[in-house]
């Protein structure tokens, strides 16, 4: 039972995360990236502190003995929430979906540099088919026989995202283990949010309600999707909800589609079923070896 909530929470934390980019996406055509970073962190912190405050007295959910953890993992976060939202700038919400899911493809050779895990046959394969997909991203991008310098931009903030959210996954997996859920998303909040606020003296935009209110949103719906899905990692082997992450796309292409009228062309639908292939081979080969050990 506790491993059907654990994926059950991992595929509403998806969906959650995927609404919340929808929003990103939109407040994004007034909105500056630094100001996107610290509206939507901002307000993800009282969802965190609410979350935390359920599981008894803040001061023993958010104790730890690895403060120093917390902040380089809050740093990364920042520079992949921000590379995250440049690829929103610029590229469909299905499209920056499928290369943020190079994630696990890109983390298992730096998890062999760095904690001398194996390589295998299935991780080669898919990093073919991986990078294959982007190429076919890229040529749905095609306008007059070039690529957009807009689409440029997005498909590299895109495999940035995914490089460094491999580089989270490796250098904190052990993170969870050793402290609450709730300590591991407020201290991400706390600092991308002070992040964002660094980028005041550079100018920000003069914001409309609607942008605003969606900045809300994406914070709320941001906080409880990044909650539920350390949560559901407390719950349950990240090896086996790996997979699950996959249904974000559905999500992704379901409002493309319906909300904003965009339909992906058969270069960009065969890319995002590349990588989408690459990434669930990967992930589902991770589960299989956990089950030999």
């Keep these: 039972m506790g491993q059907i909530y654990a994926i059950l929470l991992r595929i509403a934390a998806a969906g959650l995360l995927v609404a919340m980019s929808a929003l990103v996406y939109e407040a994004l055509k007034e909105a500056t990236i630094g100001q996107a970073v610290f509206w939507r962190s901002l307000w993800s912190l009282p969802v965190i502190l609410i979350y935390a405050r359920c599981f008894g007295p803040l001061r023993g959910v958010l104790k730890t003995d690895h403060p120093f953890h917390h902040v380089r993992r809050g740093l990364l976060g920042l520079m992949a929430m921000g590379l995250h939202f440049i690829c929103l700038a610029h590229l469909p919400i299905s499209y920056a979906t499928a290369l943020g899911f190079l994630t696990p493809i890109l983390a298992l050779p730096l998890a062999f540099a760095m904690l001398g895990e194996r390589i295998t046959r299935v991780l080669i394969v898919a990093s073919f088919l991986g990078f294959g997909g982007v190429l076919l991203i890229s040529f749905a991008q095609l306008e007059n ?10 498909i590299g903030a895109g495999l940035g995202f995914a490089a460094v959210m491999a580089l989270i996954r490796v250098y904190v997996k052990r993170l969870t283990a050793k402290d609450s859920p709730s300590l591991i998303a407020l201290s991400f909040s706390t600092i991308t949010t002070l992040g964002g606020l660094a980028t005041l003296p ?6 409309s309600n609607t942008a605003f209110f969606y900045l809300i949103c994406a914070g709320v719906l941001g906080g409880l999707g990044h909650a539920l899905s350390n949560e ?3 719950r349950s082997d990240i090896a086996v909800l790996g997979p699950f992450d996959y249904t974000s796309i559905i999500w992704a292409l379901g409002i493309d589609v319906v909300i904003f009228g965009f339909e992906p062309n058969r270069f960009g639908m065969f890319g995002m079923t590349l990588i989408v292939i690459a990434g669930l081979s990967v992930a589902i080969s991770q589960v299989k070896r956990r089950q030999i050990v």
């Design 232 to 234: 559901s990692v407390k």
């Design 145 to 154: 026989g070039g690529l957009p310098p807009a689409s440029i931009i997005g």
């Design 202 to 207: 550079f100018g920000w935009a003069a914001l």
